[in-house]
């Protein structure tokens, strides 16, 4: 996997050397310049090696992955408000949102350009594409509703988190010739994988160390972030007549104090639940990846990815 | 043309039919339901039939250019703060900045997704997207400056405007089979049509009649937008110690008066030489459409359209 993690490497930096000057360009090297796990682009290597073809020949495919993953970053945080991003400036805090709106449609069109002319890839990748901008629509009119339902939540996180894992996944199978059975079962890995990676994400917000984090712990609490923790506390408080949550999320955000919340999450077995819910996903990821019909040598290192995204602090 | 005008909007108004519901989607209906002149798929469409080809395979490609226009029409609106797009309120006005983030991002997405995969035609629309992206960077960058020669100008426009109606008529030959010679004959008609396109815009933003443009009469010479117009005729007054427009320049927005910019532009010989310039553009144009190895026949509606362009009073 390291070896795999420096060939992306390299070939980032080689994209960034090759970079024109210029604020349309400057706000996409500096997002791909930020401290990044890169996930996808490694999930897209691993999956062609996987199906037996070569890292090396979808390094372009893995970099137009990252490349629009970072551009939903720089028009997410310019729709969310966010002022930070992995501990630095978003995009656009440092320029303006001209400039984040611009840059980042460029970004964009710079995926297509590393997608190739493919056309099994670009039928992924344009079917997930649309998918999580629907993801992202969904997100934000669900900021606007009281009532969001379990199913929907999740859902809604299919479409904007699990769907990128998924056609990294599938990109990187096509590319290596697999069947379309194949390319559907690295394709449920990478779902079932991305669904647990928000349920982890989710706990962290809510449980995690800040030091380690880098973020104000309880920070999807005290915004009343419908996630799957809090739509399940809310449903057993209800039932159980426990008014601890809704009395904080009755108070203007900065007013609400997290700790009482985030006890109640542990006390309602929340947080044992969504783990436990969290090895469930796992565990089907695991299962489709057993299905596929290749020698277990080869499924390691995206079984070690997966055990590490599992267990990650941060 | 009429017929290849009804052939387009047949495959719109199917293509919208056929559109999901929901925020994501509406605003790409409403922009492509707003009256427009559909120049560039046209182009494509025609361009197609010149070499040879049949305009109705060539319908997804058009709808691709047009969309991709009415993407980049989203978001200009949004960083120019603009409330109106052919006479109806923009969609950041109808709805707000960020769902015309988000639906352009779609919209984009889905320009791509009428491409198909054809390597001539990704490898044309890649590299024009990402011009169109340039232009508007530069038109921004310009705002901020106060001086802006000529050919800063000419080069901004070819990318903001000129690029796009090369690149509709590229793709319309490239999918017929035309030679990359006359592939670059095509553009080149496309892309000095589409310089002479803008002289003509800005003629009739200061000379045009509002009842017939829609528009304020000189609202760009009142915002100080440095166009042909301006920055030639600034030149020239500069020569002639005349200082009409700096006087009302330097007023704040509101208090400049923009009949006396129009008349020193008259006086001053510009209004005369931009026409004589868009006439001469226009001529490359037709020189290039003339040197195309092709029935003279063929060529008719192309010409037709480029004349219609030159005589239009809105």
């Known amino acids: 996997m390291e070896q795999v993690r420096a060939l992306f490497d390299a070939h980032v930096e080689k994209w960034l050397a090759e970079l024109p000057v210029g604020e349309l360009h400057a706000p996409m090297a500096y997002m791909m310049r930020l401290p990044a796990k890169r996930v996808r682009p490694i999930l897209t290597l ?3 090696e996987l199906f037996g073809g ?6 372009d495919e893995a970099l137009g992955v990252e490349l629009f993953h ?4 720089m028009h997410d945080d310019i729709m969310d408000n966010s002022t930070l991003r992995r501990g630095m400036s978003t995009v656009h805090e440092k320029w303006n949102a001209n400039t984040a709106i611009l840059s980042g449609d460029a970004m964009l069109v710079r995926a297509y350009q590393m997608m190739g002319c493919d056309p099994g890839v670009l039928a992924i990748f344009n079917r997930s594409a649309l998918e999580v901008c629907e993801g992202q629509q969904q997100d934000m009119d669900f900021e606007k509703r009281k009532d969001v339902s379990l199913d929907e939540y999740r859902g809604m996180i299919r479409l904007k988190t699990a769907v990128l894992l998924d056609c990294a996944l599938r990109i990187g199978a096509c590319k290596a010739g697999a069947s379309p059975n ?8 990478g779902e079932q994988l991305g669904l647990a990676f928000q349920m982890r994400d989710d706990l962290l917000d809510a449980f995690g160390e800040t030091n380690r984090t880098g973020k104000e712990q309880g920070g999807d609490l005290r915004n009343g972030k419908k996630t799957w923790l ?5 449903q057993r408080a209800d039932e159980l007549n426990d008014a601890t949550l809704r009395n904080e999320l009755a108070k203007p955000i900065v007013e609400r104090n997290v700790v009482p919340m985030i006890k109640a999450l542990r006390a309602l077995g929340v947080q044992r639940d969504a783990e436990a819910e969290a090895h469930r996903l796992e565990t089907v990821a695991f299962n489709a990846l057993e299905a596929i019909n290749q020698p277990d040598q080869r499924k390691l290192p995206l079984r070690h ?10």
């Open 46 to 48: 691993l999956s062609c």
């Open 54 to 59: 070569q890292a090396k020949n979808v390094l």
């Open 70 to 73: 970072n551009f939903t970053l």
């Open 182 to 189: 194949d390319q559907d079962l690295i394709g449920t890995f």
């Open 230 to 234: 809090l739509i399940t506390a809310l």
């Open 305 to 314: 990815l997966a055990e590490a995204l599992r267990g990650r602090v941060s």
